[in-house]
């Protein structure tokens, strides 16, 4: 959450704290935020999740710093099938200290999609030259008004996808753009039109996220945000030097066509 520390999201506090933390945390004096303020990342790592690991009933089973590598049953090959389903788990971790395997009965997997972004391509794939190319391709929110202005003021920028956090990473881009007008925004979405996207609009369950979208339409009829729909990218080639220009073919409502980019 810290590396989108800067987001804010849509869902009140009073959504985002769970009852038996909450109960945890309470016992130990910890005061609730406004059950209807909007936190960003940042605040809900320091003024919940933080606070909640100190917790001696978390803070006794946490392993920080841990990354888990593999997960196998204990004791058996990958093709000894006698007694597997009751056998239980080796997890194999990795720390500072090195790798280290745990037994364990059961473990969840709550190891999110953040770490996983999806690539280009329209199968689920990389477009050929995209792992290549990775230093001109940001995934999820890159904080484009904060540590990485430098990279997006006066560029152009294409955003591809039509979730919130594209939505975020747009509007935002439109913040640089007031600062300095060589700031160019394209979006690109898989659908024809752009009303999925906006969808939520005022009649949106979470106000924050019809806000988004409405301030998103209101770009694009103001001519800041060029959107291009049907939208399927099918290669990037890179020329000149290293964070030169490179080149994004894609197709566009059957028809390929190229975009040059900075
Ligand atoms: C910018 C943004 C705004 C959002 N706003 C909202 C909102 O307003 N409302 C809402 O309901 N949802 C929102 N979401 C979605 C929300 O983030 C997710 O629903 C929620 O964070 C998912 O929680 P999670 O614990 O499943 O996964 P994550 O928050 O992704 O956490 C997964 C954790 O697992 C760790 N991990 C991954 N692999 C390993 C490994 N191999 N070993 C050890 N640890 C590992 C990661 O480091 C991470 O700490 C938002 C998401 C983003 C990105």
Redesign the pocket.
Known sequence: ?LS?GQ?R???PWK?NIDNAARTLLERDGWKAPAPDYLPN?REIVEDYLLPLASVPEIASGLKLG????AIARHGLDKVSSAKRDNTPFVVR?ADAEGEHDVVVQAFID??????QPNPIGLNGLPVPGEVTSSDLVSY??PDVIGSRRADYLGKRTLVISSG??AI?VALALMELQASDPNTEVLWALRQHGVERLLGGGLNDQ?PERGALGLAAKKAMDDGRLQMLTSFAAQSIARRGPPRGRFRLSMVRRGTSRSIAWW
Do not use: R
């Open positions: 959450m989108w987001v999201v849509f869902s959504y990342g841990a990354t888990v590598m971790y709550a190891s999110g999609t953040w770490s999820g929110i919130h956090s975020n979470l």
